[in-house]
Each structure stands twice: as C-alpha cells, then as structure tokens.
C-alpha cells in the first residue's frame, strides 16, 4: 500500500517539476526573444561596421501620411545610425536610399507609393546642423559620399516626411525605403 502511495506521489511530483522546466525554458526564450528584437542591428559591409540602433534596423517604412511644414518633419521620428571603421586606413563610401520592393510587394501597396518629389528628407552627420532636401534633388538616391579615417566613427541620423504642397496625398500612401551604406572599391 506504501508502494501504491509512493508512486502516486512521486508521478505527481516528476509532472510538477517537467512542467516548471518547461515554464522557465518558455519564459527566458519568450524574454531573451523580446530584447533581442530591440536591440542594434549591425551590417558589415566588409572593412566597415554599420549599427543602426532601432529594431526596424535598416529599414523606414512610412504608411501614415499627414503633410507637415519642415519644423514638424525636423523633429518626427529619426533613423539613426554608426559607421564605424576600425581598420588602419581610410575608407571611401556612400550612404543611399534604396527602394524597399520586398515590403512594397508584401503590403501590396505600389499603387499608393508616394512619389520622392512630395517627400523631404533631412541628413545629419555628427551632430551637426541637419540639410533637408526634397528626396528627387539626390543623384542616384546617394544621401552622402565621404571618406572615413582608419579607427573612427560618424553617426547619422535621417528623417524622411511628406511636404506641404497642393497635390493632395492620400492617407493610404506608403513609402518603403531601406538605407545601405556601401562601400567604394579602390
């Protein structure tokens, strides 16, 4: 009869103990995943280190649009990044805009891209005063080209809006965007 008892409690405990394992394995993943996906996104671009520090990493993906003055745009939303080269020499590269065609073709929004001449985008390199252009004012979709020196960094920062002007855009439009930095092969 002990016996009989003995095993019941020990089945018993043996679901107890499996079941807690297997709560504390799904709450660390569930807790390591969740800041995982907040955490810096690094690209290396072979002798450079690009960190974008958002979770959307590389990438500006804009579907709510309201057409606001410069000031408003100047202080939405930024997309900022580090470009850091630790090698011992200089490198040459450039900073482009690249249409998103994978996320334009999974939101299925082609028809409601709103066009780069009602779009302003504004670049800061390190701190300092950012320029603002209309997006179809840059060459190539080339935000910036420069040279950067062996062990240092610059950071960037880039926000993009819709301008005020009398075409009127529609509040479904979308704009897909990922931002490369690539480098210049001597």
């Known amino acids: ?41 690094d690209v290396d ?6 960190v974008f520090h958002s979770k959307q990493g ?3 993906n804009l579907t709510r649009f309201n057409p606001v003055t ?6 939405s939303t930024a997309y900022e990044f580090t470009v850091k080269n630790s090698t011992e020499s200089s490198v040459n590269y450039k900073i482009i805009l690249e249409s998103n065609t994978n996320k ?7 028809n409601n891209i709103i066009p780069s001449e009602l779009l302003k985008l504004s670049l800061r390199i390190d701190h300092q005063t950012p320029v603002a252009k209309i997006l179809s004012e840059y060459q190539d979709n ?11 960094e610059e950071e ?6 819709a301008i005020n002007s009398n075409f ?17 092969r001597k």
């Not at 410069?70 to 202080?75: C, K, N, P, T, Y």
């Not at 009127?168 to 210049?184: F, G, L, P, Q």
């Open 58 to 60: 590389n990438k500006i």
């Open 156 to 161: 960037y920062s880039i926000r993009v809006w």
């Open 168 to 184: 009127i855009i529609d509040k479904n439009s979308h704009y897909h965007a990922m931002i490369k930095v690539i480098e210049e």
């Open 70 to 75: 410069d000031a408003v745009g100047l202080s």
């Open 104 to 110: 334009i073709n999974e939101d299925n929004c082609s």
């Open 45 to 50: 671009t072979g002798k450079m280190e690009v």
């Open 1 to 41: 009869m002990y016996h009989k008892y003995y095993k019941k409690h020990m089945l018993k405990s043996i679901i107890i103990i499996v079941f807690l394992i297997a709560l504390a394995t799904i709450s660390t993943y569930l807790i390591y995943n969740n800041f995982s996906n907040a955490r810096e996104h």
């Open 142 to 152: 080339v935000l910036y080209e420069g040279t950067l020196k062996a062990n240092s």
